[in-house]
């Protein structure tokens, strides 16, 4: 089907603001329970404006969040990344948390945002996991693992890696592990790293 200019317009902009995109594709759960559209509040646009000037400075992303909690922050992260890969082609986005249950809640997150995408925007899945989403026809994937176990990405090619409570990943790993990772994502257009955690020490 051939999309009038209008269409095109809107779709052009749903590929490239990402503001745009979230408050029209991206469903969050609240703490009412009810499931809304992701409008960023005041945290989470001092973050996007920091990705912006990110991209428009060096066009890659690497930024440390010091965070608070319920600000929303790895709700964005997770929401920006999945905006990246399931919109564009040959995109690997890697979420490595502290805990296997903050593993599951923040993919469990990320399935929320797939299952309820506006079926133009959301692509086909080849398979969908535990840990895994990948999409078909656009050769991207969203994969999450746990911090501590040797290894991590080794020999692989991230696009977007979210490293989530880096602060509390298991020490005798943590050094090898974000060797691994960091190595993994090369400084090339787009690519993003976000290192998020609460103080500890």
């Known amino acids: 089907m051939e999309l009038s200019p209008k269409l095109l317009a809107v779709r052009k902009k749903l590929r490239d ?8 594709a991206l469903k969050i759960r609240t703490k009412k329970g009810e499931i809304k559209p992701l409008v960023l509040n005041a945290a989470q646009e001092i973050l996007q404006k920091a990705i912006d000037e990110e991209l428009a400075t060096r066009g890659f992303i690497r930024i440390i969040i010091l965070k608070a909690r319920q600000q929303g922050l790895s709700t964005h992260v997770g929401g920006y990344m999945y905006f990246n890969v399931s919109q564009s082609t040959a995109r690997k986005a890697l979420v490595i948390t502290h805990l296997a249950e903050s593993t599951k809640a923040l993919f469990d997150m990320t399935k929320r945002y797939h299952d309820n995408c506006p079926e ?5 899945t080849k398979y969908s996991s535990r840990r895994e989403l990948a999409f078909s026809t656009l050769d991207s994937s969203y994969v999450v693992a746990t911090a501590g176990g040797e290894s991590i990405a080794r020999g692989e090619t991230i696009s977007h890696l979210h490293a989530s409570e880096l ?11 974000w060797n691994g990772l960091i190595q993994a994502v090369p400084e090339t257009k787009g690519t993003a790293v976000f290192i998020e955690s609460t103080a500890n020490g």
Do not use: G, H, I, T
């Open 17 to 24: 603001d990402f503001r745009f995109y979230s408050k029209s």
């Open 120 to 124: 133009l925007l959301r692509p086909a």
């Open 167 to 177: 602060a509390f990943w298991p020490v005798s790993a943590a050094k090898d592990n």
